[in-house]
């Protein structure tokens, strides 16, 4: 055992409650006794987990953009809009003379995919009506609007292709979307005058930005949300035209400091399961007892309630404790290679976990097979002493803010392998 925590530990004993009349039993913990020392070794403490929605998140200048619809089975649609602006390449820039325009591609390179992508996507790139302001706050449920009138992307069918490299003139360059627009918004933008090609904030002013979104997804299974770096060396909306002395290309660039957002859409979880509806949406709890749920994207967080060990009377020295939870299969969507853990106070305010305040190595939440495990010696031992803030722990998909992750787990009740708490402890004299 860590030393640290060993002698944390020392100094927690001092405040054990008193009276040992009860056998450990009678708590409930189904002890087994060591063979030479006085350790014992539990996982039936009462655990109650359940999944509840959670509240939007903030989604501005996210390190990825969204773009993408999916039907999860179990979760319902999903659909991911970026709203962004545009800043200049360069300042002060000049067509030149006749120039004319050629072409308007907004490219985007991939980061990462959740879903199916050999199904087809219908785009849309709609212009701002409003700037979307810098060092502003926004959220996953926010809209801005947009004029729904004219779509430069013409709701062309696009397939992603996340993984496959791009061939332009016999030169290969990293996976990236290359979608074409409508030679009206090129020509728009080669129209700008010298004050909307002087900064960039005349640019915003002039050209507020774009709505990249794709049609929401109807078929069970389907779909797929792409995150996409706007920042990559391969992204841009880039400009194509001749002047009289070149053929040439502008851009339009995302920079890290450019106003952007992205909004998320679960459509009121109305294609979800039923189960998930009546647990998540419904509020039914009880059916945490057989699978809880999670989910990033503004989604699904999971509650799980230690309710009955600060009513021991028992001196109990928590040697180790650990929260384990698997999962059950993902389907096609990638499992999250981690999960995070918080606390919630009487009040439900969140907190730190002091174990998790040990560091990843000691707190746990990596995914090893179907299994999650979270260290929560100094938690459990603040339950049983009566220094804990509260009971309650929150369970989550971390960025949830620019992740794609989902799962189900399997509930404190599940037929097999289910959420538990395993504690070995002491007890003193």
Do not use: W
């Not at 770096?229 to 194509?240: G, W």
Request: glycine residues 8%; proline residues 3%; hydrophobic residues 35%.
């Amino acid at each position: 055992m860590n030393r640290i925590i060993f002698a944390a530990l020392i100094v927690v004993a001092g405040l054990f409650i008193a009276g040992c009349e009860e056998d450990p039993s009678d708590l409930g913990l189904g002890v087994q006794p060591g063979d030479d020392l006085d350790i014992f070794t539990t996982d039936t403490v009462s655990v109650y987990a359940y999944s509840y929605l959670m509240d939007s998140l903030r989604t501005d200048e996210t390190e990825f953009s969204f773009i993408g619809s999916y039907y999860d089975p179990t979760f319902g649609v999903t659909t991911a809009s970026t709203y962004t602006t545009f800043s200049l390449s360069a300042s002060a820039h000049e067509f030149g003379d006749n120039a004319v325009l050629d072409s308007l591609v907004l490219m985007m390179q991939y980061e990462n995919y959740s879903g199916d992508t050999t199904t087809p996507q219908t785009f849309h790139a709609y212009k701002l009506e409003g700037e979307i302001i810098a060092d502003s706050l926004y959220y996953s449920n926010q809209t801005f609007e947009y004029d729904e009138n004219t779509d430069y992307a013409g709701g062309v069918q696009f397939y992603p292709h996340p993984t496959d490299s791009v061939t332009i003139d016999t030169n290969k360059y990293q996976a990236h979307a290359r979608i074409r627009l409508s030679d009206d918004l090129g020509e728009y933008l080669m129209a700008a005058g010298e004050s909307a090609m002087e900064s960039t904030e005349g640019l915003v002013e002039y050209f507020p930005g774009l709505v990249l979104t794709v049609d929401k997804e109807t078929q069970p299974g389907a779909g797929s949300i792409i995150a996409y770096n706007l920042r990559a060396e391969q992204s841009a909306l880039r400009l194509y035209y001749h002047n009289d002395e070149d053929t040439t290309s502008f851009d339009y660039v995302v920079g890290s400091a450019t106003p952007r957002t992205v909004h998320y859409n679960h459509y009121g979880y109305a294609e979800a399961s039923e189960d998930f509806k009546q647990q998540v949406i419904e509020g039914d709890t009880s059916l945490g007892a057989q699978k809880v749920y999670l989910q990033s994207m503004g989604g699904v967080r999971t509650k799980i309630v230690i309710p009955y060990l600060s009513q021991t009377d028992k001196p109990m020295i928590i040697n180790d404790a650990q929260l384990i939870a698997k999962h059950q299969d993902n389907a096609s969507y990638d499992v999250p290679s981690s999960l995070f853990m918080i606390g919630s106070d009487t009040t439900g305010t969140l907190y730190e976990l002091q174990d998790s305040a040990e560091g990843g190595s000691y707190f746990g939440g990596a995914v090893e097979g179907n299994e999650y495990s979270f260290r929560l010696s100094m938690f459990t031992q603040g339950l049983i002493t009566g220094s804990a803030k509260g009971n309650t722990l929150i369970l989550g998909i971390p960025s949830e803010a620019s992740s794609m992750g989902r799962l189900v787990l399997n509930g404190h009740e599940s037929d097999s392998d289910p959420l538990k708490l395993k504690i070995v402890y002491t007890l003193a004299e």
